[in-house]
C-alpha cells in the first residue's frame, strides 16, 4: 500500500487589466504556475465580475497593470488606475496587491492574437486584446517572483 500524500491546497493569483471603458481580467492556475484569461468586463461593473471570482478559490493575492511603472510614466488612465488600486485593497484588506509595468502589453497580445490565428474580424473587438493583456501583464509577476 502506497502511503497516504496530502497536497496543501494552493492559491491562485488574479491579474487586471483597467482601462476606461473595459477591463480585462486573467486568473492563474492553482499552483500560480501559468495565467490564463478570464473575461472582458465594462469597467463600471468590474467589482460585480470580482466578487464570485474571489470567493471561487482562495487569492494568493491581486495583480494590476499600471503604465510607466518603471519611468514613473503619468498616462490618462494612471488616476483612474491608482483608483481602483485603492478599491481593491481596501475591499480585500487580506489580499495583496502587487502593481507590474504594462508597457507594450496591447502589442503583445495584438501579437500573440496573430500567431495563434485569430482572424482579423474577431481581433477586432477589443475585449479579446484587454484579457489577452492582463493575462500577460499576470504572467509578467510570476515571471518576477
Known amino acids: 500500500m502506497y502511503p497516504q500524500v496530502y497536497i496543501a491546497p494552493m492559491a ?13 481580467i486573467a486568473v492563474t492556475d492553482s ?3 501559468v495565467a490564463s484569461p478570464l473575461m472582458t468586463v465594462d469597467t ?13 478559490e482562495p487569492c494568493r493575492g491581486i495583480v494590476v497593470g499600471v503604465p510607466g511603472l518603471i ?8 488616476d483612474g488606475i491608482a483608483t481602483f488600486i485603492s478599491a481593491l485593497e481596501k475591499k480585500y484588506p487580506s489580499i495583496p496587491v502587487h502593481k507590474v509595468d504594462e508597457s507594450d502589453t ?3 497580445a495584438m501579437s500573440a492574437l496573430i500567431l495563434g490565428g485569430m482572424k482579423k474580424s474577431k481581433r477586432k473587438n477589443k475585449g479579446v486584446l484587454d484579457k ?10 510570476l515571471d518576477s517572483i
Do not use: H, M
Open 12 to 24: 491562485r493569483y488574479i491579474g487586471f487589466d483597467w482601462g476606461l471603458r473595459r477591463t480585462g
Open 31 to 33: 499552483f500560480a504556475i
Open 44 to 56: 463600471n461593473a468590474v467589482f460585480t465580475e470580482i466578487d464570485p471570482i474571489v470567493r471561487a
Open 71 to 78: 519611468v514613473g510614466l503619468k498616462t490618462d488612465s494612471s
Open 106 to 108: 496591447s502589442n503583445e
Open 132 to 141: 489577452v493583456a492582463s493575462a500577460i501583464i499576470l504572467q509578467r509577476f
